[in-house]
């Protein structure tokens, strides 16, 4: 393969000469006399030099400033730098902006011969990685929202158009198991982030103090047991995306201060003196109503109208049951390809009972079902025994044992969602009377008040 050679050079002999020495090397040069002219090249003419060979000053500028404007968008192209005026500041600089190597003029071509062929190998490394990233990176396109019902094809709309933005802020919304990790992955690899870093932090999975720590870093003794520098989640995600997960859970002090530092672009370690600049892009989740907390003092307002930039609201797959034509072959595809099974033919009655389940999991709970089905099958059709759905309550059975409540057992639904679900149905049952509710399940009604404002229910209920 040949590879692209960019010389900048106002010297026109000495451009001439660079040039048709590389090319006799196997190169194809592409020679530019000004900055201006190597814009032109490198953002219209979009030429992809594996190594760029310029001088320092140019008649249009200094080419340190040029190459600090452009190195983002190049990402892989090694510099090597000629000036017959070097000095210990513009080679300090060079190095710390990321150019391979400084040489002064005069310089003998067999030892710049050796600089490029150093230059080629670390670029050619570069490219290699970057490559497979990006490959890597495009199984979350905004097409991985897999579904061909309404709602679907509009959440791929909406991602696609989101892709395409350098927003700052956005949340995701939808009950658990909807798929918000995946949509947060979609729009941070399909973004122009996508080679910067992506962190992840469930807010409800650590204590207070853990997670003021996790975000925002700490100094050497800032607190008991903290005997080391520790940089945090918003340091490690600068320039990409920091995803934070069921942010509904954390704690209003610590709510004060991420709006401060979402505001500023600046964090402080605990223990610090000093305010760190970063640039993150910050995806919220919940599945709770960030938008009714708000109002109703659980989540700081000021807080969710600058996380509420743009909203993604994911729908249950109850109500979007025709996307299990395409979820279903897919899942079970997946988890042939990670057993070795050959599951290929889903007999009637399978499809029948999927679709007329209530997924009260959604897509988490399927992609358990699928997978403990696909394991345990013998042959080349999948198993019904193994589906071991909750029994579906008809009406006929809701009139005949109006007191029974189902709950999947199967892991899909966690401890707070059957807890949660129990409430509703019982309020639901007792026709949103709190009294009789708390009665029918044994319990007081200042309990039950208790867990209804917990849940987000119904304030009505209060």
């Known amino acids: ?98 150019a391979y190597d400084f040489l002064e003029k005069p310089c003998d071509l067999e030892r710049l011969d050796l600089v490029v062929a150093s230059a080629t190998r670390s670029a050619a490394m570069q490219r290699r990685v970057i490559d497979q990233t990006k490959q890597e990176h495009r199984r979350y396109s905004p097409d991985a929202y897999v579904g061909h019902s309404l709602q679907a094809q509009n959440i791929r709309h909406l991602l696609a158009k989101l892709t395409e933005v350098p927003f700052s802020a956005l949340i995701i919304g939808g009950e ?30 650590l204590p207070r103090e853990l997670l003021e720590s996790e975000l925002f ?32 859970e954390m704690p209003l002090d610590l709510q004060a201060k991420l709006l401060k530092a979402i505001e500023d672009h600046k964090v402080r370690r605990l223990g610090g003196e000093k305010e760190i600049s970063v640039n993150v892009q910050i995806i919220a989740a919940s599945n709770c109503d960030l938008e009714k907390m708000s109002q109703d003092g659980r989540f700081r307002a000021d807080l969710y109208h600058r996380l509420s930039v743009f909203r993604v609201i994911l729908p249950p797959l109850r ?70 759905l909750p ?42 009377n709190l009294t009789a509710a708390a009665r029918a399940l044994g319990t007081t009604r200042e309990t039950l008040r208790y867990r209804v404002k917990k849940y987000d229910l119904n304030s009505g209920w209060l």
């Not at 800032?222 to 509904?248: K, N, V």
């Not at 358990?368 to 198993?383: H, K, M, Q, S, Y």
């Open 319 to 388: 109500e979007a049951v025709e996307d299990l034509d395409e979820l279903v072959p897919l899942f079970v595809a997946e988890y042939n390809a990670k057993a070795g099974r050959q599951v290929k033919h889903i007999p009637d009655e399978v499809w029948r009972k999927l679709k007329t389940y209530d997924w009260h999991g959604n897509v988490r709970e399927l992609r358990n079902v699928i997978e403990r089905c696909v394991l345990f099958a013998d042959g080349d059709t999948f198993p019904i025994q193994w589906l071991q």
């Open 217 to 248: 870093g700490h100094e050497p003794g800032a607190f008991t047991g903290a005997s080391s520098r520790h940089r945090g989640l918003l340091e490690q995600a600068d320039g990409g995306t920091l995803f934070m997960d069921e942010i509904g």
């Open 1 to 98: 393969m040949i590879e692209t050679l960019l010389i900048i050079e106002d010297e026109r002999l000495l451009g001439i000469e660079l040039s048709h020495h590389y090319r006799t090397h196997g190169w194809e040069v592409v020679l530019a006399t000004t900055l201006a002219e190597a814009k032109t090249l490198l953002f219209k003419k979009r030429i992809e030099p594996l190594l760029i060979l310029s001088d320092m000053n140019l008649p249009d500028g200094n080419a340190l400033d040029f190459m600090e404007a452009v190195k983002k968008d190049v990402h892989y192209a090694e510099w090597l730098f000629l000036t017959g005026y070097g000095n210990v500041p513009d080679s300090v600089r060079a190095l710390r902006l990321g």
């Open 176 to 205: 658990s198991g909807t798929g918000k990790g995946l949509v947060a992955r979609i729009l941070h690899y399909g973004g122009s982030r996508a080679l910067q870093p992506m962190i992840e932090v469930n807010c409800a999975a």
């Open 391 to 432: 029994r579906q309550v008809t009406q006929e059975k809701a009139d005949s044992d109006s007191n029974a409540i189902y709950l999947p057992l199967d892991g899909s639904m966690a401890l707070d969602d059957m807890d949660k679900f129990i409430i509703k149905t019982a309020l639901e049952r007792a026709d949103n």
